[in-house]
């Protein structure tokens, strides 16, 4: 037998047991360059190395090559906790080991554990749990910083010094490199990462402390950075003192960001900002005024206002044929119509449709006159000054007392509701609040309470007013099941993302107790609201929510998660969210987890495409359903071409609800995309347009497609839907409202709350006295690529056409035997006369000459030539149309009169774009960020200036409900019909009382 060969590594390794100590470190050097071919024969000998490098007999530079030679046995074993702690003994070793090629993917492995490590260990520091740091750790770790910046690697070095606690490495880079932008990404970092909220105000108060003075024009680039760290800490105690340090002389550097910071505030920040701003002296006063009045809302509302009444761009023959699809006597279809008509008309103050559609509108009954009236709510968003005026002739008497006329308490609860949505999360310590808690405790019928609710939840929401949660705590407690669901919606909406503990376990260990369903959800999403980005502090409720027995509280288990963590992209909301999915038992349940993931994840769009791709092919249909809508919300907008992909299969799914869920996405997803940005757009309302006006549809797809109508086309075409504001901050309206929309699923009129998501998007200029000059910039961008939509031409008359004779064959040989007898005979042929002649080919196609190309040419390249190449940019002026994608395009030219006192966009403005190569890549833009309310600085302040004026804000009390067409012209005051139609349409009459054949009712 021949003896097997023996490995170039036993040799080595015999010599590891040698007394000579140089034999034995020769020994170890070579073995060190062998371990990766002979680990594992290396791996039976780890006692001996692990022995050497304990060994005080060897010397210091041998015990470093044992550990080493240990590290790289362990790490090939993949312990690499052991491989660490021998490499941290290596030393100078392992330093020397790592500039060796070859050696990256051990090296790199090392020093992430060793960063893991660290930050483990000062997290422990810090909370006073842990010992002391190994000094050999830190020597690594201090090693890297050096390197790093050393090696210009400013951002990573920042990175690791977030997750480690070592604010004092931010603080020596930014001495060293000036850079805002550095100190702008470690805010982002800290923001969109999953740290503690206590950590996170700690980092947000020590880079303010940073950032250069916003006294400095040149420094005025980073006043978005700034807007969403103080946003996002609402400290009026920062905020105030940057805003008098801006008086007298930046006057409109603090009016800007008075209106950036209201963009993103909760409103008890607002509110706290104005009270505490001084008065001023004779010269400061009417700034500080201004400011008080811009931190209110009212301005920023009113400007938004007008840009919408102005840029209305509603196709109303869609609205039309929708219309005149679906049978008007339906509920379900009238109150697709209704959402249609509010979305697409939300904020522009135009009832057009209502009033020339009067007969439609009487239709109204029950329920859906109660949707209808709080339409008017979407409509006209935002007109404080006249809401309470617009929605006079449906609101009930101050008393409560409900008028006797049939149906009347539908459209007075409605009208309450729709006067919460006209002042959404600006009335709490208005009098709109005051008299809808008024009317709540003065109200009788449930119907009017449960409007009534509604309205003040929203309209207060965020106020954190005691006395309002009391008052719906006490209609809570009539245990009435329509009252009592809008009162735990609203009991959450009032008092949101406080995470106040006596509210939790009031609403809790109520919802626990009754035994209505509608009751159970109003609270279990009111309790979600409650704990609104309250992170970590959250997690004691979500577990014992999850862990319900009812599957409506673990449903608001769901939702308080994603409430609790929204725009995080926390890892582990997400894990637990797939595993809810798919395994809980309730339907309901498992689809409210996979709609979840969009509030977690909608700060990261192209993310969701991938991880809701499986769960979009699963075999329950809820769970589909699910997908679409967290598609929907999360990628709203975008034109993403992923998530189109995946909704556009789901169109044809064999469950109606999903195709449901799949018409409304697309709509959310396509919002503001023009027809040359995303290819998808025409297909997407031929798709529309076929469904709705195809009968054999199921209702359910059909209400969908309406929907998705009305998203598409939203706000007159001028507002997208986005979970974060200008200044990347959670938009919180936005989140709230999409959250209340997901419930239409067992309420539709709920689905009104869609509109707390539309952002206007426009450029809206301001000087310093709040007057909007007349001024031009440019988009670099080819026009096509943000156009709006073509219009929808109307159907052509067909005007009936002669149909030509038809001419027999044998009527042919007739003729010919004439000829020929005519010849014989001498006779011409223009003497015979027929009774029947032939027309000739030029009386049958008309007399047109052929077309007389070039020679070489044909009629498809001439059209081609014909055509107008497009150019790569245009001119828009004040108070235009600018999508999101297109911000950064945006380029006010220098010459310009006006200068903005901040960047137009967040990110840097892009140059003129040629050809199709920049559309893919517009579609990735989530958001670019700024736009909106731009103060602007007069560079000739001389010279004479001409303003845009303002249309009158609706119609005096008079005509009330006098609405503004597109083309701005008022229409005659309908208010007396529409009021008919609303309060005295037909009325169905209840269906008599019955039992279910069955015992079990659930």
Known sequence: MVPRPQSSAAGVLALLTEPDPLLKQHALKALIALVPQFWAEISEHIALIESLYESSDLPAESRSFAALLASKVYYYLEEYDEALSFALGAGSAFEQDARTPGQEEYVETMISKAIDRYIEARSEEQSGKGTEIDSRLRDIIEGIFRRCIEDGEFKQAVGIALESRRLDVIAHIYEQTHDTGLLSYAMEAVLDTNFSLSYRDEVLNFLYNLFPSLTDDSNAPHIHSLTRLLVTISS?????????????????????????????????????????????????????????????????????????????????????????ALEPRSSIYHTAITFQNAFMHAGTTSDIFLRENLEWLGYASNWSKFTATAALGVIHKGNFEQGMVILGPYLPDQNGGETQMAGAAYSEGGALYALGLINSGMGSGRPVETYLRDILKAAQGEIVQHGAALGLGVASMGGRNAEAYDDL????????????????????????????????????????????????????????????????????????????????????????LALAYAGTSNNDGVRKLLHIAVSDTSDDVRRAAVTSLAFLLFKNPGQVPRIVQLLSESYNPHVRCGATLALGIACAGTGLQDAVEILEPMTKDGVDFVRQGAFVALGMVLVEQSEAASPSVASTRALYSKIISDKHEDPIARFGAALGQGFIDAGGRNVTISLQSRSGTQNRSAVVGMVMFCQFWYWYPLAHCASLAFEPTGIIGLNEELKAPKFDFISNARPSLFAYPSVTKPPKKEVATKVATAVLSTTAKVKARERRKAAEEGKKDGDVEMKSEEPSSSTQHGDVSPIELPQ?????????????????????????????????????????????????????????????????????????????????????????????????????????????????APIPDDRENLHVSLDEGPETEPPRPFEYPFDNDT
């Open 236 to 324: 009026p105690s920062l905020t105030v003192p940057l805003l008098k340090s801006l008086l007298p002389k930046q006057k409109v550097l603090a009016y800007q960001l008075a209106f950036d910071l209201v963009e993103g505030g909760s409103q008890e920040f607002l509110d706290t900002v104005r009270n505490e701003l001084p008065e001023g002296d004779e010269e400061t006063k009417p700034t500080f005024d201004t400011l008080r009045r811009i931190l209110g809302g009212e301005e920023s509302v009113k400007l938004y206002r007008e840009f919408l009444r102005r840029n209305n761009k509603t196709d109303m023959i869609i609205l039309k044929n929708t219309k005149d």
């Open 473 to 560: 705590k006490q209609t809570l407690f009539t245990d009435s099941a329509v009252a009592g669901e809008g009162a735990g919606y609203a009991m959450g909406l009032v008092m949101l993302g406080t995470g106040d503990a006596t509210c939790a376990d009031e609403m809790l260990t109520y919802a626990r107790e009754t035994q209505h369903e509608k009751i159970i959800r109003g609270l279990a999403v009111g309790l979600a609201l409650l704990y609104y980005g309250r992170q970590e502090q959250a997690d004691d409720m979500i577990n014992q929510l999850l862990a319900e027995k009812d599957p409506i509280l673990r449903y608001g288990g769901v939702y308080t």
């Open 856 to 968: 070489g040419q044909t009629s498809e390249s001439k059209s081609l030539l014909s055509k107008r190449k497009e150019p790569t940019s245009e001119t828009l002026s004040n108070f235009s149309r600018v999508t999101p994608a297109q911000m950064m395009h945006i380029v006010i030219p220098s010459s310009s009169r006006y200068q903005p006192v901040r960047p137009v966009s967040t990110k840097p403005p892009r140059a003129a774009k040629t050809g199709k190569a920049s559309t893919s890549s517009l579609l990735l833009e989530k958001y670019a960020g700024g736009g909106g309310i731009l103060m602007l600085i007069d560079k000739r302040p001389d010279e004479p200036a001409e303003f845009i004026e303002f249309a009158q804000d609706v119609a005096p009390p008079a005509a009330p409900l006098a609405a503004v067409g597109n083309g701005g």
